[in-house]
């Protein structure tokens, strides 16, 4: 009988601690999201467990006009969450949503 060897990956919030862990061949790939009420209850990304990062959310700076924008907990329009590690930088982007009208 052989043996099947299965790796966990353990993912973490630099801003509320939380932790996860995946099993799986896919798992160092991946990336893990949370709802981080560090970072006012946005859907923010994790990253894998000894990797000094800083995730920090910036609010959008310009006219938003009628756009439908994505809000954080306070009402405030959140542009982006970028991810800071050693090797680079991930940035997720709240595009606002498209939206039209027929005559």
């Given at each position: 009988m052989i043996p099947v060897l299965s790796s966990v990956h353990v993912?973490?919030?630099?801003?509320?601690?939380?932790?996860?862990?995946?099993?799986?061949?896919w798992a160092p790939n991946m990336v893990r999201?949370?709802?981080?009420?560090?970072?006012?209850?946005l859907s923010a990304p994790m990253v894998p467990k000894g990797t000094k990062a800083?995730?920090?959310?910036h609010e959008?700076?310009?006219?938003i006009g009628r756009e439908l924008v994505?809000?954080?907990d306070n009402g405030r329009p959140v542009m982006n969450i970028i991810t800071t590690r050693?090797?680079?930088q991930d940035c997720m982007v709240f595009a606002p949503t498209a939206t039209g009208s027929g005559s």
């Open positions: 993912f973490y919030c630099p801003n509320c601690k939380l932790t996860d862990s995946v099993r799986g061949p999201y949370h709802t981080c009420p560090k970072l006012r209850n800083k995730v920090e959310v959008r700076e310009d006219y994505r809000l954080d050693d090797e680079g």
